[in-house]
């Protein structure tokens, strides 16, 4: 709540300083769900992140200073698109940022395609972003739903795990995340048994479990997220279903859910991540910094994702010289590199696709956990071109010339 | 196996159970509801910040204090209750004179408030918790697969539900409190303390959603969002059952509860709707609700 007032003074400074004939700072928008069930995993720690990228880099850009607002888009598509016109028509924000919930991230690149805004998307993860509805200012930096459900879909499939059973969020980003899944799974010579769909912020799961559970199949996988996989992951151990022999895909899972369920509850899972903290000096060297300033929470894989969209786009806006045109700051992105802590051999690709390496892990037992936050091993290094959707099996449009 | 309606028994008989499990919360809610509103004539929007509020003591209690579950099943609802009374009397007392208008929005209002309050402290994804040692596992017959933790709750529930029930319609302080509702100048003047009976009656509606949230908390996230999730479920418990009906509360809130589960199973995209659509029909059926007595 206090960020959306520092969010309203900043707007209304904002116009005090437009009446004043002054040189307007380049504002950098902050879109993201600041009070419902994704404020942990994203909310105030990409305000956090975003904030450390511009004073990394400096405070000013092309001479002018560089401003964060911050605003919340309710995880509505309405209330986030007409925020980000707002944004962009009254107040020159030049890059709207992270973007949580993919049916709001869809809504407002309509928006941005149109007025040619940068859209730096970090928390939203329909791979829809990048495939058909594809803009040429924008860069998905983080994950994306065919990344997940290959990398997590195709190992546990490998493993044995060969006959799929799904408990699908009903909008766009579960739809999505079922529909990758089922195609790596399918694949990799598994099979799906069943499914079921639930609305977004079920409170109960236990019928949807008991279908799962009758249902004979290898694996249950959670093609959901946040508040509603934790749900799940906690009455799927409360039903005994992994002691019975059932396996648990949680398909989109991020570091706050794993300590917002616990590790007794979570240990073992397979999972796929763009970030862990604690892989190198680098990693843990930035989220320390972070941490330092989230009361000792560490970092996300979308938070440390945009650090590092924020960090590449100001360099990118530096050397093209201008920030009025996303689409021009994106090309002159694609030919820089955009390798840092969190980017491991990245690249920007025409459909808006960061592509780098992706992180096969493993959540940690209680008895191997050091402490809060020490929850993942990492089993393998996917490389980016693996991890990611192909060029030639992207519906974007920008690719084929 | 032996089929029911195109589904194995021991499915069938799982969600039943499931839908009872679910009921026993929408049950001691929607009661706490109605004792409040027969009472008081208060619609208490903030019944499930309550019910969190009592989640979050228990979650609490164990973390600071080092409190088992048992412990904080007795200890929270006290501090839930005492919250309670303590808003009776300094706010909510003020509005009584007023139109019910006002009650509403002045606990909605208190709802919103220690909903952010939470989220602000503790963040939107919540806490662990874990159900007692000696209630883990499953109990697993060829007709049904229930934890054990569950099933425990379904019997808590209705035990606390019979006894409300029984307070306020046989006993003698029961008896005070519906003829305080009937005319409280008169019991005054009988020498009965209404004010006193109020605040009494506002703390135990709380402590009951305070009870339910702690019994809850093992089974669903405890998170600041949990009661504003339910809440408006347990309104339409309230409303089919009719608005101020006790016995009425607690058979629709086991009703729907079974009736949520049944849906889940065979038409799932409905089972979120399912419940409110009862309630469109039943108000055009029958107004004052299935128990709700006719004026």
């Known amino acids: ?401 | 196996m032996t089929m029911i309606l195109g589904m194995p028994l021991p499915v069938l008989t799982g969600q039943l159970l499931i839908g009872l499990i679910n009921g026993s919360f929408y049950a001691l809610l929607s009661l706490g509801l109605a004792v409040i509103f027969g009472l008081l004539r208060v619609v208490n929007f903030a019944h499930g910040a309550f019910y969190m509020l009592g989640a979050f003591t228990a979650w609490m209690l164990g973390q600071y204090l080092g409190i088992g579950f048992w412990g904080a099943l007795l200890l929270a609802p006290l501090i839930v209750g005492l919250v309670g009374a303590v808003v009776e009397r300094t706010m909510l007392r003020r509005l009584y004179d007023l139109d019910h208008l006002y009650g509403l929005l002045f606990t909605f209002g208190l709802a919103l408030l220690l909903e952010g309050l939470f989220q602000h402290v503790y963040g939107a994804s919540g806490k662990p918790f874990s159900a007692p040692e000696a209630m883990k596992g499953v109990v697993r017959t060829d007709f049904v697969t229930v934890p054990i933790y569950r099933g425990w709750v379904v019997i808590a529930s209705l035990v606390l539900c019979l006894g409300t029930w029984a307070l306020i319609e046989k006993t003698k302080i029961g008896a005070y409190l519906r003829a305080a509702t009937e005319d409280a100048t008169l019991v005054q003047a009988f020498g009965v303390n209404v004010p006193l009976l109020l605040t009494l009656t506002y703390a135990f509606g709380c402590a009951l959603a305070g009870i339910a949230g702690v019994l809850a908390a093992p089974v669903f996230q405890v998170s600041p969002t949990m009661g504003s999730n339910l809440i408006i479920i347990i309104f339409a418990v309230v409303v089919v059952g009719g608005m101020g009906s006790i016995l009425g509360a607690i058979a629709t809130g086991y009703l729907l509860g079974i009736v949520e589960g049944l849906t889940k199973v065979f038409y799932p995209e409905a089972a979120n709707i399912a419940i409110f659509i009862i309630m469109a029909v039943v108000l055009m059926l029958r107004p004052a609700g299935l128990f709700g007595k006719e004026y």
């Not at chain 1, 009070?35 to 092309?62: C, P, Q, W, Y």
């Not at chain 1, 025409?350 to 096969?360: A, C, I």
């Open chain 1, 1 to 401: 709540m206090t960020k959306l007032n520092k969010a309203a003074l900043a707007c209304l400074f904002s116009v005090g300083l437009a009446t004043g004939a002054q040189a307007e700072p380049y504002r950098l928008g902050v879109l993201t769900d600041m009070s419902g069930m994704n404020f942990d995993l994203s909310g105030k720690g990409s305000e956090v992140a975003a904030r450390m990228a511009v004073e990394d880099f400096g405070g000013t850009l092309l001479g002018e200073d560089v401003e964060v607002i911050v605003g919340d888009h309710q995880n509505k598509p309405d209330v986030g698109s007409t925020l980000a016109r707002r944004w962009i028509d009254e107040e020159n924000v030049v890059a709207i940022v992270d973007l949580p919930t993919s049916s709001v991230a869809l809504a407002v690149q309509e928006i941005t395609r149109q007025s040619d805004t940068a859209l730096l998307i970090s928390t939203g993860g329909s791979s829809e972003l990048t495939g058909a509805s594809c803009s040429p200012s924008t860069a998905q930096w983080t994950w994306d739903t065919y990344a997940l459900a290959n990398g997590t879909g195709r190992a546990m499939t490998l493993e044995g795990d060969k006959n799929w059973f799904f408990l699908t969020v009903d909008y766009t980003f579960g739809h999505a995340l079922e529909a990758d899944t089922t195609a790596a799974v399918e694949a990799a010579g598994g099979s799906i048994v069943g499914k079921v769909t639930h609305p977004r912020e079920t409170s109960d799961f236990s019928s949807y479990l008991l279908q799962a559970q009758a249902s004979g199949a290898d694996v249950i996988a959670l093609a959901n997220s946040s508040g509603d996989t934790m749900t799940a992951l906690k009455q799927a151990e409360e039903f005994g279903i992994t002691a019975a022999g059932q396996d648990i895909a949680g398909m989109l899972l991020f570091l706050t859910d794993v300590h917002g369920v616990g590790l007794e509850i979570a240990q073992n899972l397979t999972l796929t991540t763009a970030f862990y903290w604690d892989m190198d000096d680098d990693t843990r060297a930035w989220s320390q910094r972070f941490a330092e300033r989230m009361d000792g929470k560490m970092p996300t894989m979308v938070h440390a994702g945009v650090y590092s969209a924020v960090l590449n786009y100001l360099k990118a806006a530096e050397a093209s010289g201008q920030a009025t045109s996303g689409s021009q700051v994106m090309e002159t992105m694609r030919g820089m590199d955009i390798d840092d802590f969190f980017n491991r051999n990245a690249y920007l690709r025409k459909d808006g696709r960061v592509v780098h390496d992706m992180y096969l892990v493993q959540v940690k037992t209680p008895e191997e956990s050091k402490g809060p936050w020490d929850y993942y091993k990492v089993l393998r290094t996917i490389p980016g071109d693996e991890a990611f959707r192909s060029v030639e099996q992207s519906a974007c449009p920008l690719l084929d010339d």
